[in-house]
């Protein structure tokens, strides 16, 4: 059932820049946003931040409240990440994007987020996204598994019509019949929002894939095809990691996708992470 003639008309103006603290994804910048899975501790955000630091990313990622499928795995500090995070944004300058799973956390999360993150699993949470449509902080709304791009769109515009234009849309991969990887990166959604909407658009290969040997040539694909940046994991010491280190980029790994992913925008006259 392709319907190739329905376009998206959004209900409110999306933005095509979309500013997050010192930054900006869209317009023509390539954001690098990366860090672990989750905040485990303070040595190992540290490092992990710094290491994306020296390397070229301008945003940090971590989780601090997980939404896992096994209630048994791992769950996130929860609260107790909050001095963790403070101290390393306050070391490295990095603006912090990181998951919010409840409307609850609103209050608390704003004083240290800079771009409240909806996971795959809570895209289809309307009162959590009108809740986001109240503030004008940044929503980094990941696709739902087994969302249509229409489904995914008009999630994003529970956010917009309640008043925050700030939106930007993650790839992250969804659920098909192959199972050599963890999800499919539909790319064909990246082109397709550049192509018919204005909301700026993230990758996320580390989700997208579950693979580290396909992290960077799919980051690589990403850069070619236009989208606005990527999301990537990177753990000091993957087989360690509470969650994802099967996919994690070591830090060493995440510095070559730097190098390669800058060979890709330069080519096309662009710059990934800070100029
Ligand atoms: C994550 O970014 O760590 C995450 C849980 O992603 P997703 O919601 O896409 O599964
Ligand atoms: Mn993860």
Redesign the pocket.
């Known amino acids: 059932m392709v319907n190739l003639n329905a376009h998206h008309s959004p209900v409110s103006a999306a933005r095509s820049r979309v500013k997050i603290g010192q930054t900006e994804i869209g317009g023509g910048n390539f954001a690098v946003i990366a860090g672990p ?1 989750s905040v485990e501790s303070l040595d190992q955000f540290k490092t992990t931040a710094h290491a994306v630091l020296q390397a070229g990313a301008n945003l940090l990622r971590g ?1 601090m409240f ?2 896992r499928t096994n209630p048994n795995s791992f769950q996130g500090l929860g609260n107790s990440a909050y001095e963790i995070v403070r101290i390393v944004k306050e070391q490295t300058g990095l603006p912090f994007v990181s ?1 919010i799973t409840d409307p609850r956390q609103v209050g608390e999360m704003a004083e240290i987020v800079d771009m409240f ?1 909806i ?3 809570n895209m289809y949470n309307y009162s959590l996204l009108k809740e986001l449509g109240q503030v004008q902080k940044p929503v980094f709304l ?1 696709r739902g598994f087994s969302a249509t791009v229409d489904e995914w769109l008009h999630a994003a515009d529970y956010v917009t019509k309640a008043g925050n234009p700030n939106v930007v849309l993650c790839e ?1 991969g969804i659920r098909t019949f192959e199972n050599k990887t963890r999800n499919t990166l539909d790319l064909n959604s990246v082109a397709y929002i550049k192509a018919h909407t204005a909301f700026p658009v993230v990758v ?1 290969p580390s ?1 997208g894939t579950g693979r580290p040997e396909l992290i960077k040539p799919l980051a690589k694909a990403a850069a070619a095809l236009g989208a606005d940046g990527i999301m990537v994991e990177v753990h000091p010491c993957p087989a360690e990691a509470k969650s ?1 280190g099967f996919q994690a980029l070591t830090p060493e790994q995440f510095s070559e996708l730097m190098q390669e992913v800058r060979l890709v925008l330069l080519a096309l006259q662009q710059n990934p992470g800070r100029a």
């Open positions: 899975c989780g997980k939404m998951e993150q996971g795959s699993r990941k992250r996320d989700h994802d």
